[in-house]
């Protein structure tokens, strides 16, 4: 099933369940929905002249991907390679997205009447990346927007 | 059915018998190349006349139809008018293979189709023929029968074909019964003693009115049996040849009285002289004319462009591109058949070095794709299909078939056992270095097992892909495609390469020029040094060296894809494409490194 992330901004009650995943040491997560697949595919190729987090391409079953890194992206410091590393692949405006993150957690369920908006820092991200942060008993999840995100890449 | 069923059998033996032999001879035919000894062309022609015949007397109508195909084919070979280059011979081949299938399931009814090898032998047959004669390929002359109730329907080819020979035609009147049963002839001998005295062009009786040679009561006492014959025997010799009453035959002159006048005349004209090459100079001619249109509009749009970079100057040169993409498209774009032909033979190869029995049933109908995506898909193709084969024990007979289909966007390429009930269960095949090779092609392949329709192997390919001609090189870790359009020349095994640094540049010579070297990670003169391979390009009005580490310069055609929106501003590349081993390349984006 391809989902568009764009299309989905707009639905915003109800209850999501949220894929939750680490970057760095930030807790974040996204609907569940917007993701076509995660993988661990490593077998990245790296594009010269290109911005430092832009990981590369990845040959995703005869499709190609770009992948982001997502700690860089946001301004974090630079992950370290582990074996926990997964590609979170997306569709944003019609073309598949894979966002490196460090490492993925749980399904949390959720309602969005629930999620307060960001506040203008996130564990040292701007909050201008996030939709929202929801609370779980003993953390708090970032909700990413994809799509602030991507927005930037090509004149970053 | 029209005969008794012990005939049917007999024909159905001694067809197989003949297949089998000219299906020998054609592949010994194809690999004389052009020292075609002529007698083997006109011994399989003369078997396929046979075929035919034999199909007429039987009321088969798809197997005389293909038979004759098949033999005007042979007939243009014989004549010299046709090469039996590779492409030629698999056409037959193909038509063969689709007789042995009808051959197969005579007694089935079943309701095969002959429509793609008639297409494609038909095709054949009037690419070599002139214009104004093209159309009696297709073209039906009605040849009325003595008793007023029937005619004979032939294509005009094929009698002009004859009156070319200077035979004469005739139609022969004959009676099963008389000349048949109560003489305790069989059919068949009584078919090859006319065969004897000329060429049978059709046969027919009227087996509704008067019933079969099996049934125990007939309608009639006759069974008048009609034979249009082409002959070099004066009627005179050839009543006495096959002793007949002279009501028994009939010259037919007055129905094809213009064919003897006026076509045949042309036909010994035209086609001693090449008549072909006239129609390919008229296609060259509308090339050239097209793309000096083209030319014209390109150049009146740029210098606009130049002046003034509005919407509407860039609109014309879109214009321009587009209707170059077609023209390109179109001279690319072949019949599938053309080129898939080539799986065929490859599974014929392996079948016999393996010593099994397979059959290979190809369908493409009318598709058309681009030649250099087709002739990639052969490699991969052949190898799922073995792979297939392989699956099945060794003595089982196979038929595999390939069948295509096209919608709008996508055309769709189904591989799967004729008789699937062969694989009992559930299977995978192993198709990793398959799938990379589509992949490289923007296709995607899935494989599915159905109990009932067994293992189907299902590719879906783009209808259109862009693809660039170019040369695959390697520079520091990566893999680049350089256009060959900008490509001028490529020096190779130049390491250490013996070049200098002067003022900021460094330059290589080379035949008493100075070229300006590029390279992608950095300026220093050690990098360059130990680089093995220039590619000497060009970009609009500069000339520049790119060094390479390739120690050879691989040629490609790499569909292109586009790059992500995050590499938009990437000023080096300017798309991906995948390899077939399944890694990226990237293409390098000229002008950019032009002005390095």
């Not at chain 2, 014989?78 to 042995?100: A, F, H, K, M, S």
């Not at chain 2, 000349?179 to 305790?184: A, I, L, M």
């Not at chain 2, 490699?379 to 060794?394: F, N």
């Amino acid at each position: 099933m391809e989902v568009n992330v764009s299309t989905q901004k707009a639905e915003k009650d109800g209850k999501v369940d949220l894929a939750t995943f680490y970057v760095g040491e930030a807790l974040c997560g996204m609907d569940i929905l917007k993701i076509q697949e995660i993988n661990k595919n490593m077998e990245i190729t790296s594009i010269p002249n290109s911005p430092d987090y832009v990981v590369g391409v990845l040959n995703m079953r005869g499709r190609i991907v770009t992948i982001i890194d997502v700690c860089k992206k946001l301004g974090l410091h630079k992950s370290e390679a582990t074996d926990t590393r997964r590609n979170i692949i997306v569709n944003s405006q019609s073309e598949y997205i894979g966002l490196l993150v460090d490492k993925v957690a749980e399904v949390v369920p959720a309602e969005w009447r629930k999620v307060t908006p960001p506040p203008s820092n996130v564990r040292g991200v701007q909050g201008k990346y996030f939709e929202g942060v929801y609370k779980k008993e003993n953390a708090l999840i970032a909700i990413i927007d994809i799509e602030e995100v991507l927005k930037d890449e090509s004149v970053s | 059915m029209l005969i008794d069923s012990e005939t049917t059998d007999i024909y159905i033996q001694e067809t197989n018998q003949a297949l089998a032999d000219i299906e020998q001879t054609l592949i010994t035919i194809e690999n004389m190349g052009a020292n075609i000894d002529m007698s083997l062309a006109k011994r399989v022609y003369h078997a396929m006349h046979v075929i035919r015949s034999g199909a007429s007397l039987l009321s088969l109508p798809k197997i005389k139809e293909l038979s004759q195909k098949i033999e005007n084919v042979l007939g243009l070979i014989c004549t010299n008018r046709l090469t039996p280059n590779p492409e030629v011979i698999n056409i037959l081949l193909q038509g063969i293979d689709r007789l042995y299938l009808l051959i197969d399931r005579i007694h089935s009814n079943d309701d095969m189709d002959i429509d793609e090898q008639s297409v494609l032998l038909t095709g054949l047959t009037s690419a070599v023929l002139p214009d104004h004669i093209k159309q009696s390929v297709t073209e039906v002359r009605d040849i009325p029968l003595p008793d007023g109730k029937h005619v004979f329907r032939i294509p005009e080819f094929n009698l002009i074909q004859v009156l070319e020979q200077n035979k004469y035609i005739y139609i022969l009147i004959l009676d099963l019964i008389k000349d048949v049963q109560e003489k305790k002839k069989t059919p068949f001998n009584f078919v090859h003693y006319i065969q004897q005295h000329g060429q049978i062009i059709d046969s027919l009786f009227d087996i509704q009115t008067i019933g079969t040679l099996e049934e125990q009561e007939l309608n009639s006492e006759e069974m008048p049996y009609f034979v249009l014959l082409a002959s070099t025997l004066s009627e005179n010799q050839l009543t006495k040849s096959l002793n007949l009453q002279p009501h028994q035959m009939k010259q037919v002159k007055i129905e094809i009285s213009d064919l003897i006048h006026s076509k045949t005349k042309q036909l010994q004209q035209e086609l001693t002289s090449s008549i072909s090459t006239k129609s390919r100079k008229a296609d060259n001619k509308n090339r050239i004319a097209f793309l000096n249109d083209l030319f014209c509009e390109l150049k009146f749009s740029t210098d606009c462009l130049s002046n003034d970079a509005s919407s509407m100057g860039i609109a014309r040169v879109q214009s321009a591109l587009d209707k170059l993409k077609y023209f390109l498209r179109r001279e690319n774009n072949v019949l599938a058949n053309r080129i898939l032909w080539k799986i065929g033979r490859n599974i014929r190869d392996h079948a016999y070095q393996s010593n099994i029995q397979v059959k290979f049933d190809i369908e493409c109908g009318t598709i058309k794709m681009d030649q250099r995506v087709l002739y990639r898909m052969i490699e991969p193709l052949t190898d799922i299909i073995i792979k297939m084969i392989r699956c099945v024990q060794k003595n089982m007979a196979l038929q595999v078939c390939l069948k295509m289909t096209k919608n709008e966007e996508t055309i769709k390429i189904s591989v799967f056992f004729a008789n699937p009930e062969l694989l009992t269960q559930e299977m995978r095949l192993p198709l990793d270095e398959e799938e990379k090779k589509f992949h490289a092609l923007s296709a995607e392949i899935e494989q599915s097992f159905d109990i009932k329709a067994g293992l189907n192997i299902l590719i879906r390919i783009p209808k259109n892909v862009f693809i660039i001609p170019g040369f695959l090189i390697r520079i520091d870790a990566h893999q680049y495609i350089v256009p060959k359009v900008n490509v001028i020349e490529c020096l190779t095994n130049l390491n250490p390469l013996k070049c200098s640094k002067v003022d900021s540049s460094i330059v290589f010579n080379h035949n008493d020029n100075c070229i300006r070297l590029v390279g992608i990670a950095n300026n220093d003169l050690a990098y360059y040094q130990q680089k093995h391979t220039i590619i000497v390009c060009e970009v609009g009005n500069k000339c520049f060296g790119l060094v390479s580490d390739s120690l050879t310069i691989v040629e490609i055609d790499a569909v292109y894809q586009p790059l992500g929106k995050q590499l938009d501003a990437n000023p080096l590349i300017i798309a991906n494409c995948l390899l077939d081993d399944g890694q990226i390349a990237f293409v390098l984006d000229m002008g950019y490194l032009a002005n390095i």
